[in-house]
């Protein structure tokens, strides 16, 4: 197994202070401030570091050099030294310059937002799959960002001495970088293409699926285990999943459907990781229906859907039929849960642990999914026929006629289009 692009064990706790910029355009960009930062904590201690202070600047723009100011960097210099700090993890995406400048001056390890999350995705990674879509993201993250970017690498495009035993390290580590990104794409390429094969093999056979998405933490392998007794990774942390993971789900009538537990959202979420996940994320699009998470414990939970609806978007999944689940009700003592909304067609507040609020669950995902009503009659003798009523759709009313079979079947649509049509010619005409 290849090792990371980041070493993800240290033999030493990292101790960090950690940084945020406050400008109008960012908190225009990324909504709370403060809320983000508190995230960025919890982040941190996912990651295994000791956070020891909080430091934000607020300004009118970016430093395009120090990114906080230079005033800022001497403050955070002594709030590091003084509490023994040797990172500075900043909640915000810093440049390779900007890193370089913060590192020679603060002799800190410089983290930025977007490597604290690929280094807690490293850490997660478990299948082969996982792993490649996290190295993919981790060195199209550090590829722009190589010491010597930019004019020194212009100076190095060509002539004696620039190629083949006379080339830098730094054109060595980049021309590496990228041929490990075109290898690891091609990888992903045959990813996509065995996944796009399993989905045209479940939809031929009138398999249906379920996907779960979600704010990271709101709980959906809490329901995928609930719901389906799956043994998979539940703990009370950011990214506690992130290989997906698929599971049979049995509904009320007997019919069983795929549920598919999906890696949560965050705000800011790196687009390289997005990129990478695309291959695992695209099940969301092919999804029959899609189970939309909510903490409904959080504070900022409207904040974190429209993060996760904007996200749904970009993978082109908005507008998929959609239930509203709003997880963790019976954590909601110190929250105005008066703004939760009640109970709808669309709409179920819950807890995972509560049987009676997922039997009203799958009910909802039946009633979701079911579809039209159709009467057939078939010949008597047509047991083949009578046998695919049954397994394509729910017989709700099975009745005698003479020579001829009376069904009545619940239809969802994606049933009908596979295998109504051999039933097409027995609908009763009424």
Not at 186 to 197: G, K, P, Q
Not at 249 to 263: A, F, H, Q
Request: proline share 2%; charged share 30%; glycine share 6%.
């Amino acid at each position: 197994m290849r090792q990371s692009t980041y070493d993800t064990e240290n033999e030493l706790q990292d101790r960090a202070v950690l940084v945020s910029l406050v400008t109008p355009n960012i908190k225009r960009g990324t909504g709370d401030p403060e809320h983000s930062l508190q995230e960025l904590v919890s982040l941190a201690e996912t990651a295994g570091v000791e956070v020891l202070s909080t430091l934000t600047q607020n300004k009118e723009s970016v430093d395009t050099k120090w990114f906080i100011g230079k005033g800022k960097v001497e403050e955070l210099r002594a709030v590091a030294e003084e509490l023994g700090a040797t990172t500075a993890i900043f909640d915000q995406e810093l440049s390779g310059a900007q890193v370089r400048n913060l590192e020679a001056t603060l002799d800190l390890k410089i983290i930025d937002r977007t490597q604290l999350i690929l280094d807690i995705f490293a850490q997660r990674a478990k299948t082969r799959e996982g792993i490649i879509q996290v190295e993919l993201a981790q060195l199209s993250y550090l590829l722009p960002r190589l010491s010597g970017h930019g004019k020194n690498l212009s100076r190095l495009g060509g002539g004696i001495g620039t190629r083949g035993p006379g080339e830098t390290k730094l054109e060595t580590d980049r021309r590496h970088i990228r041929d490990r990104i075109s290898d690891l794409k091609h990888v992903l390429d045959e990813v996509v293409r065995h996944r796009t094969l399993h989905r045209e093999r479940r939809r031929k056979s009138g398999v249906q699926q379920v996907a779960l998405v979600g704010y990271t933490n709101a709980g959906k392998s809490t329901l995928l285990r609930e719901l389906t007794a799956a043994d998979v990774y539940v703990e009370n942390q950011l990214f506690a999943t992130l290989d997906p993971t698929s599971r049979t789900l049995e509904l009320p009538s007997g019919k069983e459907v795929i549920l598919t537990d999906t890696v949560g959202f965050i705000q800011n979420l790196p687009h390289d990781l997005v990129a990478a996940f695309r291959a695992t994320l695209e099940e969301v699009n092919e999804a029959d229906l899609v189970l939309h998470v909510i903490d409904s414990s959080s504070i900022m939970r409207e904040e974190q859907i429209r993060v996760v609806e904007r996200i749904l978007n970009e993978l082109g999944a908005a507008g998929k039929p959609t239930l509203m689940i709003y997880n963790k009700i019976d954590m909601c003592e110190d929250v105005d849960s008066e703004l939760i909304p009640a109970n709808g067609q669309d709409t179920l507040v819950m807890s995972a642990y509560n049987t009676d609020d997922l039997l009203r669950l799958r009910q909802m995902i039946q009633d979701r999914m079911t579809g039209d009503t159709k009467t057939f009659m078939l010949p008597a003798e047509r047991g083949d026929l009578i046998a695919l009523a049954y397994r394509t759709g729910d017989v709700i009313e099975q009745t005698v006629d003479g020579d001829y079979m009376r069904l009545t079947v619940q239809l969802s649509k994606q049933d009908y289009e596979v295998h109504g049509y051999k039933l097409e010619a027995f609908v009763e005409l009424a």
